[in-house]
């Protein structure tokens, strides 16, 4: 048993030192951005990202600096649906809000996000019955793939309070898998002295779910990778409100990804930006000469 059991260890450590190695040896090949930040895009964060227009000036460039960064590394292609500049802008940020405090992160196990229309089931498809799949992180013969529903990417922006943001769930996957397992404990993000009292208070919280004493999203009652995931969606959408129902899980959940969202996220409902409003950017300037200029 004793010598199982030290193999088991020794498989975990060996798949992340292999997974420390693809981080490493991706930064070779992973772009910087020469480029100035699109005017266009500016606009589509400012209107759309409440995340992003909380932030201070300097962290607004740090967040747009990022999302170029994603864009010019990952391929985002649509499947029956049509790829434009607000879709790409949106994914990029949902990619860069759960990692934003970690300026060296970079999505080593992705290659590609597919957009769909709407819902698909298991096998993909996009007609039918059973069609009640929103995201994915691919697996097998999809490996380095997500897959997203354009419908529920648009939503996951546009509901500011529902708790819910699809794109985001599943880049919490991919945090979460980056240490070689999908298992609802980020080990590259998490110190080792906080991971048995995360799965404590994981186990403790699914069972309210089922007990039905929670206002945390059912799905999340589904194991601790869905869980980590669903409550990522509740920490980044309404951190005061999840600080007030679930203090102990809030401040894990500031360790993980170190950032204090209950105090960053003042603001919070956007509005849209006309040609002759003042520039969100703090210049003093109207945003047809500043940030909007053509």
Not at 137 to 146: A, D, F, P
Not at 191 to 203: A, F, V
Not at 212 to 232: L, R
Not at 247 to 256: A, F, K, Q, S, V
Request: net charge positive.
């Amino acid at each position: 048993m004793e010598k199982i059991y030290a193999l088991l260890l020794f498989a975990g450590f060996l798949i992340l030192i292999i997974n420390l190695f693809k981080r490493i040896n991706s930064k070779n090949k992973w772009k910087k951005p020469i480029k100035p930040f699109p005017a266009s895009w500016k606009k589509t964060l400012y209107e759309n990202v409440i995340f992003y227009t909380n932030l201070e000036a300097e962290e607004k460039k740090r967040f747009e600096n990022k999302v170029q960064e994603f864009l010019i590394n990952i391929n985002i292609s649509g499947v029956e649906t049509e790829v434009n500049e607000y879709d790409r802008v949106l994914v990029a940020a949902s990619a860069v809000i759960p990692i934003f405090a970690f300026p060296d992160w970079q999505y080593f196990n992705l290659k590609e996000v597919l957009l769909y229309p709407g819902l698909f089931n298991e096998q993909f498809g996009t007609d039918g019955e059973k069609r009640s799949i929103a995201g994915m992180v691919g697996t097998g013969y999809m490996e380095g793939k997500m897959i997203l529903s354009k419908q529920a990417l648009h939503h996951g922006f546009r509901n500011e309070s529902d708790k819910k943001n699809t794109a985001i769930h599943e880049f919490v996957h991919l945090i979460d898998k980056a240490d070689g397992n999908i298992d609802g404990i980020p080990s590259l993000l998490l110190e080792k002295q906080y991971t048995i009292p995360w799965i404590d208070l994981i186990q403790k919280k699914i069972e309210k779910i089922y007990e039905g004493e929670s206002d945390i999203n059912p799905y999340g009652a589904t194991n601790k990778t869905e869980f980590f995931a669903v409550i990522s969606e509740y920490f980044f959408e309404r951190p005061k409100l999840l600080k007030q129902k679930h203090p102990e899980l809030y401040m894990l959940l500031e360790r993980i990804f170190d950032q204090k969202m209950a105090k960053k996220l003042k603001k919070t409902s956007s509005s849209e930006i006309n040609r002759n409003d003042s520039c969100p950017c703090g210049s003093g300037k109207k945003y047809k000469k500043c940030c909007g200029k053509i």
